[in-house]
């Protein structure tokens, strides 16, 4: 048995996640990410859920940072008042 385990029983806690909610939660990851969805293997092991987790995080932080600074060069190149139709619709 870890270590980690081995201490988490021994504090008591009613707060641990058990197995079967770690593998449910790996689970829901594995449907959610494109690459691994689209896979032709169910059998995917957790670690590379949570890597593949984590690499779709920072590529979706990428392009939020791409679109954020498309959109402000757009704003930077319009008129005021069409940037600030752009900016209502975006604040709705």
Not at 6 to 23: L, T
Not at 52 to 77: G, K
Request: aromatic share 2%; net charge positive.
């Amino acid at each position: 048995m870890s270590s980690r385990r081995s201490r988490s029983r021994q504090s008591g806690s009613n707060s641990r996640i058990s197995d079967d909610q770690i593998n449910d939660l790996v689970s829901k990851l594995h449907q959610l990410l494109p690459e691994i969805r689209n896979a032709h293997s169910d059998k995917v092991s957790a670690a590379k859920v949570l890597q593949e987790t984590c690499n779709y995080i920072r590529s979706l932080h990428r392009e939020v940072d791409d679109l954020s600074e498309r959109l402000s060069e757009l704003l930077a190149t319009t008129d005021n008042a069409q940037a600030a139709i752009i900016r209502s619709l975006l604040m709705q």
